[in-house]
């Protein structure tokens, strides 16, 4: 539910698209994912397609989370469970804190439309140094499947109950000494 008296924070966001195949020119599930970042009132701060590689996708988060101008950094590709799908391995390199109920999540509306070949989507959340990392499928019906039905509500601080907005100023209080 969004509550109307409550103001909206846009944050900033950053896609990852992985893909061995995909360039500027072919990226709609990119193209997909930054249109709605942009209609929910966010600011897409930086997008780049990186290969199917651990250690590429690895430093590509690494280099997001140390800027502090971006709060939450989306993947799209790599979730599947081929030879080089890796997304989820470059993921648990990273990660402080695993959001279990994102993928969970996915998953369950994903079957709803696709049944049980939602057992091939390895699709996680997460957190590490304040910045929420969220890796989805590489298709464009994935893509729209998490944006629409999860992400644009979480990253909405009007949503209620709850929603992570709210929790970002708490994200790095494990580093603060008393």
Not at 95 to 118: A, N, P, V
Not at 144 to 164: A, E, M, T, V, Y
Request: charged letters at 25%; hydrophobic letters at 40%.
């Amino acid at each position: 539910m969004i509550d109307e008296t409550r103001t909206f924070l846009p944050v900033n966001i950053a896609i990852i698209t992985v893909s061995d195949t995909r360039d500027a020119s072919n990226d709609t599930s990119g193209d997909t994912l930054a249109k709605r970042i942009k209609e929910a009132g966010h600011n897409l701060i930086d997008r780049k397609i990186v290969k199917d590689d651990a250690g590429l996708i690895e430093a590509q988060l690494r280099a997001w989370i140390a800027d502090t101008n971006i709060d939450v950094v989306i993947t799209t590709g790599g979730t599947g469970i081929t030879g080089r799908d890796v997304t989820p391995e470059a993921f648990s390199r990273v990660l402080e804190k695993t959001i279990e109920g994102f993928g969970e999540l996915f998953r369950m509306l994903s079957y709803q439309k696709i049944g049980t070949s939602t057992i091939q989507s390895r699709a996680i959340g997460g957190v590490a140094g304040g910045t929420y990392l969220f890796a989805l499928p590489g298709s464009t019906g994935a893509v729209k499947d998490g944006w629409d039905d999860i992400l644009k509500f979480q990253l909405d601080s009007r949503h209620r109950p709850c929603n992570l907005v709210e929790l970002m100023p708490r994200l790095l209080e494990h580093l603060r000494t008393q």
